[in-house]
């Protein structure tokens, strides 16, 4: 179809019919479906002023769409700087386009995006709160949490009342970043503000906490989301059981997680897993078994790694018979044991008195 519509579009002259700007506007956009014939569009654009035919505000548009749709932000921009040049006015929509184009691909750097969005704005552009949270998430994405609170703060001071998506992504970009004050400031202005966290706001605050180590704080954190309505998912309580357990905490981890089960609430395989090797590192050999147990007869493979520590301390408490017990479990759920295993069983072994009973 290309080739034909290049082909009608220089022979109209022939048969004396004077192509017009929606004739090239029609030309162009069928090559602009197809990056190959992309390359195209400059010659044909070349070749249609000596045609006498010039570009509108609508041959812009297309270009810069198809550009967008490539993912040539930069490009895009160049064009939209054309165009305005050329006496045509500003388009809100085109705006909002190369923005978001240039925070969705990864051909620009953030400074950059910064710098488009003030020129933009010289030119008498007023983004929406839809655009500068674009920008804030691109700056999220890229690990730049101080550069999304500085949008953030770009928002309110044009006017706009920023929602509950924008200070939950900038939240997120400074607990990444390991900017827990900032990240404080930001909660308590989103409270003032009268903003209702949601379980979004409440996942990024709870692991903020939980990665600064203060356990406690995230676990009354939970309490206060249950009291305000906003139930918890299985990832904010995955949150606060792996904290918990990392800090050696189990007596709260066996807390929370007796709580969960209260609940109703699906178990998964993660959570389990993460408990039972807490109960390992822990010495409670004999809890360890009977979650172990639950989570298998709930239809659960526990990994590798966690069948090997508890086979090594069941051998270390000398209960080489419960660690034998193990290995068929192991062999039906296709998990084969770890040099870790053998080395327990055959270490337990050498110690047993009746060691020829076993051969």
């Not at 004077?18 to 956009?29: E, F, G, H, Y």
């Not at 051909?107 to 969005?117: A, K, M, N, P």
């Not at 020129?119 to 983004?127: D, H, N």
Request: aromatic share 8%.
């Amino acid at each position: 179809m290309t080739p034909l519509a290049f082909e009608v579009f220089f022979t109209m002259p022939a048969f004396r019919c004077n192509p017009s700007v929606k004739s090239l506007n029609t030309l162009i956009w069928v090559l602009c479906k197809n990056k190959y014939d992309f390359k195209i569009v400059l010659l044909v654009l070349v070749k249609s002023q000596f045609m006498n035919i010039w570009v509108e505000e609508s041959t812009f548009k297309i270009l810069i769409r198809a550009l967008c749709r490539n993912g040539k932000g930069n490009n895009a921009v160049d064009l939209l700087n054309l165009m305005v040049d050329s006496g045509f006015d500003l388009d809100r929509k085109i705006c909002s386009l190369i923005l978001c184009t240039m925070c969705e691909y990864k051909e620009c750097e953030g400074v950059e995006i910064l710098d488009v969005l003030d020129k933009m704005r010289e030119l008498g552009y007023s983004p929406k709160r839809v655009d500068l949270c674009n920008v804030i998430r691109f700056y999220v994405k890229n690990r730049k949490g101080i550069d999304a609170l500085e949008v953030l703060s770009k928002l309110k001071m044009s006017g706009m009342v920023p929602d509950i998506v924008c200070y939950n992504l900038v939240l997120n970009g400074l607990t990444l970043e390991g900017e827990y004050e900032s990240a404080d400031e930001v909660f308590d202005e989103m409270l003032v503000l009268g903003l209702v966290p949601d379980i979004v706001t409440y996942n990024v605050y709870i692991n903020g906490l939980c990665k600064q180590n203060k356990v406690d704080d995230a676990v009354r954190m939970l309490g206060c989301m249950e009291e305000l309505g906003c139930k918890p998912e299985m990832n904010t309580y995955y949150t606060i059981l792996e904290a918990l357990c990392r800090r050696g905490m189990l007596s709260s981890a066996k807390e929370v997680f007796g709580n969960m089960k209260l609940k109703g609430l699906q178990l998964n395989s993660l959570i389990y897993d993460i408990l039972v090797n807490c109960m390992i590192r822990e010495g409670e050999v004999e809890k360890a078994c009977d979650v172990l147990g639950e989570m298998v007869g709930r239809g659960f493979v526990p990994r590798s790694i966690t069948f090997d520590g508890l086979v090594h301390l069941l051998c270390q408490r000398g209960l080489f018979s419960e660690a034998m017990e193990l290995l068929p479990e192991m062999v039906v759920k296709n998990i084969v044991p770890g040099i870790r295993s053998w080395e327990a069983l055959v270490h337990c072994l050498a110690q047993t008195p009746n060691f020829d009973g076993f051969i």
